[in-house]
């Protein structure tokens, strides 16, 4: 029984895999040869639905009407490689989103051209509260641009919503822009951090509440920002990991 359970196990994940490569070689191609994000979007949003549904991972989103008509930065936990495929799926791809990433993702040669092709807006190496990092952040959002954000950085194989970096709340208080808080769960079970075996599993994303920004002083920053870390929490399905 277990070796049957196993070879199920490797069976699905190398077709997930499958699966995932045919979806990159046909939707990713076109969105890097576009190299237009309104459109490039679209094409991701019907792909990455597409990958799910063959997957058979269902994928659902609550609280969809809580999302403001105007820009914004939406704030998500990160707790896979999963979840960019999956807020791709579940949200809107017009007028969509530019998601913020590191600049590891995008000094990797094949990414490049599909992270430009979506409007990807990429930071430094360094933290998140560096000023160079907060300085795009406030460019992007100039332009006009409704950002996600993954506040805690990077993912790590332990459980729970890890504290968050001050940039994002650094750039929506200078720039009067809203932030709205939201939770992905499921993800982590899907594609495990340290693991290459996805597993089937269902996703959600729920939208909590919208946070308007505050005052300019580094006091009402960090309110802000705890605000946002405990109307995440419940959203995650996980424990606190922020001390």
Not at 90 to 110: C, D, E, H, K, N
Request: proline residues 6%; aromatic residues 8%; positive net charge.
């Amino acid at each position: 029984m277990k070796r049957r359970r196993l070879f199920a196990a490797w069976s699905y994940g190398c077709y997930a895999w499958l699966v995932f490569a045919l979806v990159m070689l046909s939707f990713g191609s076109l969105v890097s040869l576009l190299q237009s994000p309104r459109h490039g979007r679209l094409v991701a949003r019907a792909g990455t639905r597409l990958l799910f549904r063959l997957a058979g991972m269902p994928v659902s989103a609550y609280g969809m009407e809580r999302l403001p008509h105007t820009q914004h930065i939406l704030l998500v936990n990160h707790a896979s490689f999963v979840d960019g495929l999956a807020l791709t799926a579940l949200l809107p791809a017009r007028p969509g989103y530019a998601f913020v990433v590191r600049q590891q993702y995008a000094s990797q040669g094949l990414l490049y051209p599909l992270l430009r092709g979506l409007g990807t807006v990429v930071l430094n190496r360094s933290h998140h509260n560096d000023a160079t990092n907060v300085d795009l952040l406030k460019a992007a959002l100039r332009h006009g641009k409704s950002l996600i954000v993954f506040p805690e950085g990077g993912f790590a194989p332990e459980t729970g919503l890890k504290a968050f970096h001050s940039g994002a709340f650094i750039a929506a208080i200078a720039e009067d822009v809203p932030i709205v808080v939201a939770g992905l769960r499921g993800a982590r079970k899907a594609l495990r951090p340290g693991t290459w075996l996805p597993r089937r599993t269902a996703i959600e994303l729920e939208i909590g509440p919208v946070l308007p920004p505050h005052g300019v002083d580094a006091l009402q920053e960090l309110q802000l920002r705890m605000a946002a870390h405990q109307a995440m929490l419940p959203l995650t399905g996980e424990e606190d990991a922020g001390a």
